[in-house]
C-alpha cells in the first residue's frame, strides 16, 4: 500500500512537501508519479520519474516549480512543490507502477489548497 502525508492550506509562492510510503511490495522495482484532481476535473499526471535514468517527465504547468524524488532504502517517494498557485490546488495522488507488469497501487489522496 501508500500512505501518504504532507498537503495542508498554503499561500501562494509557497512551498511544500508531500510524501508517500509504500509497503508491502518491493518499491524499487516501481516507477513512481504523482497525480493530481481538482474539483469538476479529471484526474491528471503532474510528475514522474523513470526508474533507471531517474530522468523526470511532468505537466508544462508546474516545469521549473514541482521536484519529484525518492528515497528507496526509506520505500518513500517525494513530491517537493515550491511558488506554489492557486491554480495547484487539488487532490494528490501518488502512484506505483511494477516496471514490467504494470500493476499498481495508489495513495489515498492528500488535499493541497493554495489560497492567502
Known amino acids: 500500500q501508500l500512505v501518504q502525508s504532507g498537503g495542508g492550506l498554503v499561500q501562494p509562492g509557497g512551498s511544500l512537501r508531500l510524501s508517500c510510503l509504500a509497503s508491502?511490495?518491493?518499491?524499487?522495482?516501481?516507477?513512481v508519479s504523482w497525480f493530481r484532481q481538482a474539483p469538476g476535473m479529471e484526474r491528471e499526471f503532474v510528475i514522474g520519474?523513470?526508474?533507471?535514468?531517474?530522468?523526470?517527465h511532468y505537466t508544462d504547468s508546474v516545469s521549473g516549480r514541482f521536484t519529484i524524488s525518492r528515497d528507496d532504502a526509506k520505500t518513500t517517494a517525494y513530491l517537493d512543490m515550491n511558488s506554489v498557485k492557486p491554480e495547484d490546488t487539488a487532490v494528490y495522488y501518488c502512484?506505483?507502477?511494477?516496471?514490467?507488469?504494470?500493476?499498481?497501487?495508489w495513495g489515498q489522496g492528500t488535499q493541497v489548497t493554495v489560497s492567502s
Open positions: 508491502g511490495f518491493t518499491f524499487s522495482s516501481y516507477v
Open positions: 502512484q506505483a507502477r511494477h516496471l514490467i507488469d504494470g500493476a499498481q497501487y
Open positions: 520519474m523513470d526508474l533507471s535514468t531517474r530522468n523526470t
